[in-house]
């Protein structure tokens, strides 16, 4: 095994002897009653990997065997079972760092001329300033008395016997710790996520999280367990639904790598209404950013869908909407109106993954997109691109009788401006508040998880009439198709809920 050579600037070679350093005290400010840094007492915290003293370098090994105090946890204390030293197990950590406190502290009583240099070596794993002891030991120990020499850590190893860079990855460690770190990280979609586990959260459990948080996208999970030993085991892209009820080895360590739907199978039979998420291709950089299946389904039903109408799905964002309405309705004609490239390129990618032929993607930004578009007779609103009122207006001429309009809001203000518009309006409105939480496995419990509420705004024409803006002129609208009852011109924005 090799060692972190990053870590060795401070050694240097006098006489045959290791320098252990200045410990950044300047011998012209010691007055004659105060020892010297040749006299003060000095702890290494080394670095080792589960292959022991085999993987240290010769001088760490030296350092070591000269130490005249060894600490350690049992395992690190037996990789050197013949030296003949003091020994300190880390098992009462508490009382552990309280006898490392004294051994910093000179004793007074001793006459300074006999004062002579000690040193201690801890013995901590991989790196000690990664998720190990070396935080603590800065917080209870003078920084001046302490020297790290890291070995390689675990996600080192990992991500070397996968052969993978890892410069971007978010390294989170679950081992003592709660699961929330890693569930934001998990929703937020990053591609590639290193986790430390312990046998409570371990990769079972992470498996039971990843399954239970329903995720838009699918993760692929690597183990690595006692990397360095004689019994190092390393499995390679797991499914969640594999790993799950699988065992492994306390010191583990979880590499997830997200994985793009175009490289998953659709989940057959499709389900008639509310594919999962995950069987979209949504944003890369933000996997969440998609109409979520349960408020897709209510939009759907507040939309009141009929045969041969005409639908606009204004800031369609992924185009989860309006591929969910062209199967619904196969003989209706659908407009997925996306102001963003991204968004068009990955509405025209699902259109090709799901077989959809009766949606049609527009590219543009609502008012001025929707001007050339056959006349609706549904719209839903997904996203205005900051230019609500002015969609509105447009949407309200364009509509068909019989029309209704269905927005998603995340937002208070931007549901105070619909809820405005339309009152001014003279339109009949209605609202429902969606509140989710899901369950999610944390550990061996369950606990719920809200999702950011959603407000579905339904809005419709009221019987007594409707009021066009004043300062809007009615658009001529092309002769309606008997075969689909399509009217005339309009265009599309984006996203209120930037969802699509």
């Known amino acids: 095994m090799g060692c972190c050579w990053s870590g060795w600037g401070n050694w240097r070679h006098r006489t045959g002897k290791l320098d252990m350093g200045q410990n950044q005290i300047d011998p012209d400010q010691i007055g004659p009653d105060q020892i010297g840094p040749d006299q003060i007492n000095h702890i290494h915290v080394v670095g080792i990997g589960l292959d022991g003293a085999a993987g240290l370098a010769g001088p760490l090994r030296l350092l070591v065997e000269q130490a005249d105090w060894l600490v350690g946890s049992d395992r690190h204390l037996a990789y050197f079972p013949d030296l003949s030293v003091q020994r300190l197990v880390l098992g009462d950590l508490h009382g552990a760092i309280a006898q490392l406190q004294r051994f910093c502290q000179p004793a007074p009583s001793e006459p300074r001329a006999t004062k002579t240099r000690k040193t201690a070596v801890i013995l901590t794993s991989g790196d000690p300033l990664f998720f190990g002891l070396g935080r603590l030991l800065l917080e209870q120990l003078p ?21 993978l860079p890892w410069q971007d990855a978010a390294l989170v460690s679950v081992h003592g710790r709660e699961m929330d770190q890693l569930i934001v990280l998990l ?8 986790v430390l586990t312990d046998p409570i959260q371990s990769p079972a459990a ?10 838009p996208i699918t993760y692929r999970c690597s183990v690595c367990e006692n990397l360095g030993a004689p019994q190092e085991r390393v499995l390679l892209d797991l499914m969640p639904e594999h790993l799950q009820d699988l065992s492994f080895a306390s010191l583990t360590l979880v590499v997830l790598l997200a994985a793009s739907p175009e490289d998953e199978t659709l989940e057959k039979p499709l389900p008639l209404l509310g594919i999962g998420d995950r069987q979209f291709a949504t944003f890369p950089d933000r996997p969440g950013l998609i109409t979520k299946r349960e408020i897709r389904t209510l939009a759907l039903a507040e939309l009141a869908l009929h045969p041969n109408q005409v639908i606009w799905d204004i800031g369609a964002g992924t185009g989860s909407v309006s591929i969910e309405i062209a199967r619904l309705c196969p003989r209706s004609r659908v407009y997925a109106i996306e102001r ?17 032929e009766n949606v049609v993607a527009i590219a543009g930004k609502a008012p001025l997109a929707l001007g050339d578009l056959p006349r609706p007779n549904r719209i839903f609103l997904g996203g205005s691109g900051g230019d609500l009122g002015a969609s509105l207006a447009v949407c309200a001429q364009q509509l068909l009788p019989g029309g209704r309009i269905v927005l998603a809001i995340a937002t208070l203000e931007t549901l105070a401006e619909a809820q405005q518009w339309f009152s001014a309006q003279g339109w009949d409105v209605s609202m429902m508040q969606v509140q989710l939480s899901k369950a999610t496995a944390i550990a061996q419990r369950t606990r719920w998880t809200p999702a950011n509420p959603v407000t579905l705004l339904t809005a419709a ?11 809007l002129s ?27």
């Open 143 to 163: 920084p001046t008395q302490l020297s790290f020499h890291p070995h390689p850590s675990a996600v080192q190893l990992a991500f070397s016997r996968l052969k």
């Open 187 to 194: 929703q937020r979609g990053h591609g590639k996520i290193a």
């Open 206 to 215: 992470i498996a039971r999280l990843i399954l239970s948080l329903n995720l």
């Open 340 to 356: 963003t490239a991204v968004g068009i390129g990955l509405i025209q990618r699902n259109l090709a993954r799901f077989g959809v």
């Open 461 to 471: 024409p009221s019987p007594v009439g409707q009021k066009f803006p004043a300062s």
């Open 474 to 500: 009615r658009p001529h609208p092309p002769t309606p198709s008997p075969s689909s009852g399509e009217g005339g011109p309009d265009r599309s924005p984006s996203p209120l809920l930037g969802e699509g």
